[in-house]
């Protein structure tokens, strides 16, 4: 089919697209209307239709495919790395999740009640998750990593009933535990959930609370038997909620739907990730995350495929574990991000090449802007396409990419690709309001009704939605992502940074990411940050943080003088001179979120001298002495 074809009867029809996408997952009273949209911006999809997330993941395929696999759970997370692995049929899959089901309805959890997951991940945490689905109850998922005060912030958005947890976590073959963090984050609570469901993985010693922590084994062994029906609900049901990454705030909780979001997995597993029943998918996120949520957990098992849990990094026992897993399993789409690409990159190629990768049919990157270098390279060793998607917690499910299942349009370098079956995607001149034309760069907006998947409001704040997400330009109502895009005379999209990421020297606005693009093209940068740190004489300057590839240049200072000297020549020649950072640091290690992403706004409290504020989704603190060091440097 031609993609423009497709695309067009998308948007101008969206009743007909999405009534004929509704078709692939099982309903059990089919919609009466596909879309009411009466009350801008909140839409309904499949108004008076009666679903059920984990009945399409699992029971649907039951007696297709009942032995199967469906889940692959692999941690490498063990004392000496070695892989262990363990798998479910989509039959004991569904035996699993009864059980678990059981298990929280007889701690009072039914339809609509609030279930907090914070879990590592292991297979449990996904019966957690298609529990709830199943009986309709509400998941919040939070990263397992987060500390104390992270989690008591979610505990008191959500409100749970019910928190399901573990005695810890490891990372990098060191036990974190959980139980403590979990302990406190309660005590910090103001809400508190009558009882604590505790996974025991016998990593450490957990005290327990009477009366309000319950054991996990115990019960299942009690419900070992249990069935528990699916719960059918109304397809505006509230799936779940997920908070944003934090990446330039506070997060907020978005909130999902049961039935539009089911059509939209099922619909991206076909036209996007091209994923066949029996295939495995794996995904290298986590479950914390959204892409987890949708192409670890839901996406590829409502497609009837089996789908990779894996615990831990990708370099451990060595680099090339995800590619053993890949050999092994036969998976033919793999989903990851830039960043893990960057980390595999600084390690010999060997590691790959000893496995055969033939199933692999591509590999999928988002999360962040994906560079040349590490697109190149990552093609070069894999020998498949490597495929950009550009999408947010917000969304679901990519909003630019290419529709592989649709046309086998060619990718362009630097772009995540078109739009997809349902995005009306504009860029608008951010102070007028007007429409950008051809290779003028803009806000990234969609107009409304959003598509299927997306999210319903911000979880308890109809207003806080509106006034976010809704209420950047008087002329129109759409939805603002917040970032920078610019469309080349084909249509295929470019992102070009943050809003927030802009910078204001002596008059002139520039965006941070065209600075960091700019600089990142010099053979001895691996990654760097830009920030706009306050002037007195020119409002803002820019200012540079880069790892440079060669370690001994961060200590030798003659080299960072030369680094820094041919930073300017470049962004001069690039950019002109008013990009030019006032100052370039070297560093080994950027903060980051626990996702990957580059926390610049801590980067310039830090410079300004502010008090970084929340600092809870970094990944590494360690980074930001690096930056306070370099600026003393
Ligand atoms: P917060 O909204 O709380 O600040 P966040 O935006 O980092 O956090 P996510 O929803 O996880 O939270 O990230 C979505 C953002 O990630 C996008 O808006 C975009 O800035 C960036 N992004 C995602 N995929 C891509 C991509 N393929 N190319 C460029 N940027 C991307
Ligand atoms: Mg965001």
């Not at 298609?130 to 919040?140: F, N, Q």
């Amino acid at each position: 089919m031609d993609y423009n074809e497709f695309y067009k009867q998308s948007i101008d029809d969206p009743e007909t697209f999405w009534g004929t996408q509704a078709k692939r997952i099982e309903w059990r009273t089919p919609h009466s209307r596909v879309l009411d949209y009466s009350k801008p911006p909140f839409s309904k999809w499949f108004v008076g239709g009666e679903t059920n997330l984990c009945h399409n993941a699992i029971d649907r395929w039951v007696d297709k495919q009942g032995d199967q696999t469906a889940l692959i759970a692999i941690s490498t997370e063990t004392p000496d790395a070695a892989p262990v692995e363990k798998t479910w049929s989509f039959r004991e899959l569904q035996r699993e999740v009864e059980r678990t089901a059981a298990i929280m309805q007889s701690l009072g959890v039914g339809k609509g009640d609030m279930v907090l997951i914070y879990m590592p991940m292991i297979a449990e945490a996904t019966f957690a998750m298609l529990a709830c689905a199943r009986i309709g109850a509400i998941h919040s998922v939070v990263f397992g990593g987060f500390a104390a005060h992270s989690l008591a912030t979610r505990i008191d958005d959500a409100k749970p009933k019910l928190i399901v947890s573990a005695d810890a976590g490891s990372r990098v073959g060191k036990v974190v535990p959980y139980k403590p963090l979990l302990d406190e984050a309660i005590r910090l609570a103001s809400h508190k959930p009558a009882h604590v469901l505790l996974v025991d993985r016998h990593l450490s010693a957990m005290e327990r609370v009477a009366g309000r922590d319950v054991d996990y084994a115990e019960l299942r062994q009690k419900f070992m038997d249990a069935k528990v029906p699916v719960t059918w609900l109304p397809s505006d049901h509230i799936s779940y909620i997920l908070y944003t990454s934090g990446t330039t705030g506070k997060p907020k909780g978005v909130q999902r739907d049961v039935g539009g979001y089911t059509v939209a997995l099922a619909t991206s597993m076909d036209y996007i990730f091209c994923g066949k029943p029996g295939e495995t998918y794996f995904c290298t996120s986590d479950i914390g995350w959204v892409v987890g949520h949708s192409y670890i957990v839901y996406g590829p098992l409502i497609a009837g495929m089996a789908t990779i849990l894996y615990e831990g990094v990708p370099v451990r026992p060595d680099a090339s574990i995800w590619w053993q897993i890949v050999e092994k399993h036969k998976v033919s789409r793999m989903f990851s991000a830039p960043t893990a690409v960057r980390v595999l990159k600084k390690h010999p190629s060997e590691l790959m090449r000893k496995h055969d990768l033939s199933s692999l049919k591509a590999l999928y990157l988002a999360g962040e802007p994906l560079d040349e270098p590490t697109s190149d390279w990552i093609a070069g060793e894999l020998g498949v396409p490597i495929i950009d998607n550009y999408w947010q917690t917000e969304t679901g499910w990519p909003v630019l990419s290419i529709a592989k299942g649709v046309q086998d349009k060619p990718t362009r370098l630097g772009s995540p690709g078109v739009p997809m079956p349902g995005y009306k995607m504009k860029l608008l001149n951010e102070s007028t309001g007007e429409l950008c034309g051809d290779n003028e760069k803009g806000v990234l907006v969609i107009e409304g009704p959003l598509p299927p998947g997306c999210m319903q409001t911000v979880y308890g704040d109809d207003q806080r939605f509106v006034n976010t997400y809704w209420s950047n330009f008087s002329n129109e109502q759409v939805y603002s992502t917040f970032d920078w895009g610019i469309r080349d005379n084909d249509g295929y999209y470019f992102i070009l940074g943050r809003t927030d990421d802009v910078i204001n020297v002596a008059g002139h606005r520039l965006g941070t990411r065209e600075i960091e693009e700019s600089i990142s093209s010099h053979p001895n940068v691996s990654e760097v940050a830009v920030v706009g740190v306050e002037d007195k004489l020119k409002g803002q300057v820019a200012v540079a943080f880069v790892v440079p590839k060669q370690a001994e240049t961060a200590a030798d200072p003659k080299a960072r003088l030369a680094l820094e000297a041919e930073v300017w020549g470049l962004v001069d020649k690039q950019l002109g001179a008013v990009a030019r950072p006032a100052r370039v640091h070297c560093v080994n290690l950027l903060p980051k979120t626990r996702s990957g992403k580059l926390l610049r706004r801590l980067i310039q409290a830090i410079c300004e001298g502010r008090d970084p504020g929340d600092t809870t989704t970094i990944e590494d603190p360690t980074s930001l002495d690096q930056i306070r060091n370099a600026l003393k440097g």
